[in-house]
């Protein structure tokens, strides 16, 4: 399978990326343990979470899916196979939050406990802090990559200009830097990344790993009325992309998926995967028939038409 560098960090992944916030909340640790044996089993390595999944889950308290991950690794024992990118910053209680030096060490020592591993290969500024310098952020993760417990960063959810700013601050004063970007963006919610981030990752040679790459799952096809928002927890997040355009956007995944024998939810993954821009698509499944459909995204080499016929119905 092919290979893409995180950035410039040297660290190589598979073109997908599986998304961890489903552990713990949407489903329990043995299902999970079944996709991720089911992902790794198709030559898959890279496992995106967070410290903060799943702590908006009634009964949660944050931590939970990196606990799943965690006793996964131990008892399957890949840890050598699998690349590992979790990230700190939401808030985890009113005290544990943002980007401080103090929080980022105490949060990695908690990440890597419930990870049950000595090192993170990618970890993520959750959001952006600007209370705390860059300078104090910098010196945290680069602390922690001296001690061999982190090996390249990454950051989620800056705009392009707080971006740029901290990837000045790391060139001007000798600092690690982020390799990686973690930015929402999917075939309907194009604009921002497209207009604003995109040119910056492509100038600076930042690797690109979004998220809600299937717009909360309205790219699968799965709801196309009202009627259909009640298909699942996710459902109440659907119904802003219930509009002309996005069912011009369903109709072309329609025709695409037609031509290539494919479903909506792989041609959407596999319109990502192709733009030159995008390391990795995040996407996550609770079941193994879900992870079957869109990992076939990987082998799904969208031809020039395809990816204009996707285009101009998402245009915006």
């Known amino acids: 399978m092919e290979k893409r560098e995180l950035g410039h960090s040297g660290i190589k992944v598979a073109p997908f990326c599986f998304g961890g916030n489903v552990f713990g909340w949407t489903i329990d640790e043995p299902k999970s343990f079944e996709l991720l044996d089911a992902f790794t089993g198709k030559g898959f390595d890279f496992i995106d979470t967070a410290d903060v999944y799943s702590r ?58 419930r990870l049950q591993t000595d090192y993170i290969d990618l970890y993520q500024s959750h959001d952006d802090d600007q209370q705390t310098p860059f ?73 690109v790993i979004n998220y ?36 011009a956007i369903l109709k072309a995944l329609d025709q695409v998926a037609g031509e290539y024998n494919s479903t909506p939810a792989a041609v959407s993954l596999a319109w990502l995967i192709a733009r030159p821009s995008i390391t990795a698509p995040i996407a996550s499944a609770t079941s193994v028939q879900q992870l079957d459909d869109i990992t076939k995204a990987v082998e799904l080499n969208l031809s020039t038409e395809a990816i204009t016929i996707l285009n101009k119905a998402s245009d915006y």
């Open 212 to 247: 809600f790459s299937l717009a909360s799952g309205f790219l699968t096809g799965k709801y196309r009325s009202e009627d259909d928002l009640n298909k699942s927890q996710r459902g109440g997040g659907i119904k802003k992309y219930l509009n002309d355009r996005g069912h």
């Open 56 to 113: 908006w889950a009634p009964g949660n308290k944050g931590g939970e899916s990196e606990t799943i991950i965690g006793n996964w690794l131990n008892k399957s024992g890949k840890r050598q196979n699998v690349i590992i990118a979790t990230k700190v910053g939401k808030p985890m209680a009113e005290d544990k939050k943002g980007l401080s030096k103090k929080h980022i060490i105490e949060a990695a020592e908690a990440s890597l406990k």
């Open 135 to 207: 300078e104090e952020t910098f010196e945290a993760y680069e602390q922690l990559l001296k001690e061999g417990k982190v090996r390249a960063i990454g950051a989620s959810n800056y705009t392009e200009n707080r971006l740029r700013e901290a990837l000045n601050v790391s060139e001007s004063r000798g600092l690690i830097a982020y390799q990686t970007l973690q930015p929402e963006y999917n075939l309907y919610d194009r604009e921002d990344f497209e207009k604003n981030l995109e040119p910056l990752c492509i100038e600076k040679g930042l690797g």
